[in-house]
C-alpha cells in the first residue's frame, strides 16, 4: 500500500495548472471552491464541475482544503446557526459526489503567520520565515493592538523596539501587509487582497476575541462538531482539523490546536473517528515537545490527511521552513510510522508536501506563498523516494 501523493491547486487562478501537476508525480489534488464566498452552501453543480476539470487530467480530487469554518462559529455567534446549516448542505454536496475528507481549522482571524516570505537560504533558494522579534513590533508598534504589552516580557518589548527603531516605513509596511493579507487572501481568510484599511480591519477582528479566551473557543468547537460529526458518519465523511500553525500563542488570541494534549482533549470530547486530523508536521514542528512520529501513532485511526514538511528551529523563538530532508522533524520516521499505520488499517493515507521552497524556474512565475511548482516538486520526489526505501525495508516490495 501506498500514501497518496497529492497537490494543492488553488483553482482556475492558479498559475500552477493541473498540467503541470500530473507531471510532478501527484495522482491525487487538494483543492477548495475558492471562488464560493466563505459561508455559503457548495452546490453540486460548482463541485462536479471542479471534480470533473481535475479528472479530465488524470488525476483525482482527494481532499478539501478547506471548507472554512468562518468567524461566526469560532466566535460561537447567533449567526453560527445558518453558517453551520450551510457547512453541513456542502458536506453532504461533497459526500454525494464521492468526496470525503475535508481539512478546517479553528484558528482565530489569523489562519498562518509568517513575518518573511522571501528568506534567501545560502544556495539561493527561497524560504518562510517567523522571527519572533519581528512579529512583536508587527503587535507592538505597527498595528498597536490595545494592551499587547501585556504579552511580552521587557526585553522582548525592548529588543522589538530596538529592531523597529532600525525598520524603513516601507519595511514596516510590507511586514503588516505579508502577515494580514499575502498569506491569508489566498486560503480565504478573513482579510483578502482587495481590502483597504486592512489594519484597522484586522484589530476589529482581533478585538472581537476580547471575551473569548480558550474555554470559550473549545466550547465553539464542540458545538460545531456536535453538529457536523453526526453528518459525517451518516454519509462517510471524514473531518480532519488543521493544527494552529504556528502551535503558540499569538496577538492575545485563544490557540486549541497546538499540542498532543490538544488532539487528545478533541478526540475525548467528539469520539467518533470522523472526528480526525490533519497532521501538519511542518505547523506543529516549530514546537520543540510535539513529537511528531509519536503524535502520528498515538491518534493513528483518526490521522484523515497528513502535511509533510519540516521546520528548523533556531532557538530564539525563531523558526523558517527548511528542506524537506532537513531541518528538525525526521520525515523517514514520520513516513514509516505512517506505513505501519496503514500496515494495521489498511486504509491509504492521503499527503501533500505543503510547502515548498521557491527554486529555479519558480522565480519567473508567481505563486503563492508556500505553494511554486518546482519546490514543491521536489519536496513531493523526496518523499515519494523515502517511501520507496520504506517500503523496501519493511519488506513491502
Ligand atoms: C497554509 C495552509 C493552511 C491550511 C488551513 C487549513 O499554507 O497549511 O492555510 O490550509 O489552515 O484549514
Redo the contacts with the bound molecule.
Sequence with gaps: MELVKTL?WFGEGDSVTLDDIRQTGATGVVTALHHIPNGEVWTVGEIRKVKEKIESYGLTWEVV??L??TEEIKQGLAERESVIDNYIKSMRNLAGCGIKTI???F?PVL??ARTNLHYKLSDGREAMYFSAVDFAVFDLFILKRPGAERDYTAVQVARAKKRFGEMTNKQAEELAYNIIVV?QGF?D?VVDRGSENYKELFLSYLAKYDKIGKKELRDNLVYFLKRVIPVAEEVGINMA??PD?PPFDLLGLPRIMSTAEDFEWLAEVVPSVHNGF?L?A??LSARSDNDIPAMAEQFAGRLHFV?LRSTKRLGNGDFYEAGHLEGDVNLVEVIHTLHKIMHKTHQPIPVRP??GHRMLDDFHRDS????PLIGRMKALAEISAIEKAVKYFMREM
Excluded at 503563492?368 to 505553494?371: E, F, L, T, V
Design positions: 494543492r482544503e478547506s472554512p469554518v481539512v478546517y481549522n484558528m489562519d498562518w498569506t486560503i481568510g482539523i488543521h500553525d490533519t501538519c511542518g505547523s502535511h505543503d510547502h503563492n506563498p508556500g505553494y
